[in-house]
């Protein structure tokens, strides 16, 4: 009996931290979506627009790859002066804003 309920206790737990995990994920690729928006210049619905495009994107593939190559194409193409290790470490800032943003709901 009590195993089943260690069971249904990491069951429960694992489920919570997936969900948490796909909140903080879609709130980086916003997040992200607006910072790269204002080092392409985009402002008002534009900026919005753009936000919303890099959650879409973010759903392409696991992982966050899907969403450095859109980024880094989209600043070659504007001539945005950002290294790829800018580009990263914004992305790893950004994951730890949104964490604390869902935890603080």
Do not use: P
């Not at 690729?29 to 959650?55: F, I, N, R």
């Amino acid at each position: 009996m009590n195993m089943d309920k260690r069971q249904k206790g990491f069951e429960s737990k694992f489920a919570h931290d997936e969900e948490m995990l796909f909140k903080a994920n879609a709130r980086r690729a916003k997040l992200l979506g607006a910072w790269a928006a204002e080092k392409l210049g985009l402002s008002g619905t534009e900026a919005e627009a753009y936000a919303k495009s890099m959650v879409v994107a973010d759903f392409e593939e696991a992982g966050s790859e899907d969403l450095f190559r859109k980024i880094r194409k989209d600043f070659d193409a504007k001539k945005v002066e950002q290294s790829d290790h800018q580009i990263r470490r914004q992305m790893d800032e950004l994951m730890a804003v949104a964490v604390e943003q869902i935890k603080a709901g």
